[in-house]
């Protein structure tokens, strides 16, 4: 088969005075991801979508949250790293298409930066990727601003 398709999702909860970072970039914030990396969720769910398109697991199978090799780790290093997994096993990436859900803050003024450092980790035109930021309304853990969470597919094809 020629192409694969790749779904991740990644949900962290949010702690006060922590910082929050999303698509490799800092966003201005009162709370951050509680996780044993930087918690990244969109990265997260973008790694996941890319190993799922090549048959190898998800991110905790690769790094795990046991490990202290991973504790604090910016995830941009852990989409490389999958990058090189996907390339190892005789995949391109296709494109990235992505989605963050999360109350507050307004993110729209960030996604321009998520999308050039996701594009840069992956090694990808900035053009073949999309992140797209929503509220939930109110409703759940990311309407009332106790979590974020993220989805991302994966076009990947072989070289």
């Given at each position: 088969?020629?192409?694969?398709?790749?779904?991740?999702?990644d949900v962290h909860a949010l702690g006060g005075g922590l910082p929050l970072v999303?698509?490799?970039?800092?966003i201005a914030h009162t709370k951050?991801?509680?996780a044993h990396s930087d918690g990244?969720?969109?990265?997260?769910?973008?790694?996941?979508?890319?190993?799922?398109?090549?048959g190898e697991g998800d991110i905790g199978k690769h790094f795990p949250d046991t490990s202290d090799e991973f504790k604090g780790i910016d995830s941009r290093i852990l989409l490389q790293r999958v990058t090189s997994i996907v390339r190892d096993k005789g995949y391109a990436v296709g494109n990235i298409d992505s989605t963050i859900v999360m109350q507050r803050p307004k993110l729209r003024p960030y996604i321009d930066a998520m999308r050039a450092e996701i594009a840069k980790s992956v090694g990808i035109?900035?053009?073949?990727?999309?992140?797209?930021?929503?509220?939930?309304?109110?409703?759940?853990?990311?309407?009332?601003?106790?979590?974020?969470s993220a989805t991302a597919v994966a076009l990947v094809c072989k070289e």
């Open positions: 088969m020629k192409f694969r398709i790749g779904h991740g999702y999303l698509g490799g970039v800092h951050g991801c509680i990244d969720v969109l990265i997260h769910a973008v790694c996941d979508a890319l190993l799922g398109a090549v035109d900035v053009d073949a990727v999309s992140v797209k930021a929503t509220t939930s309304e109110h409703l759940g853990f990311e309407g009332e601003e106790r979590g974020v």
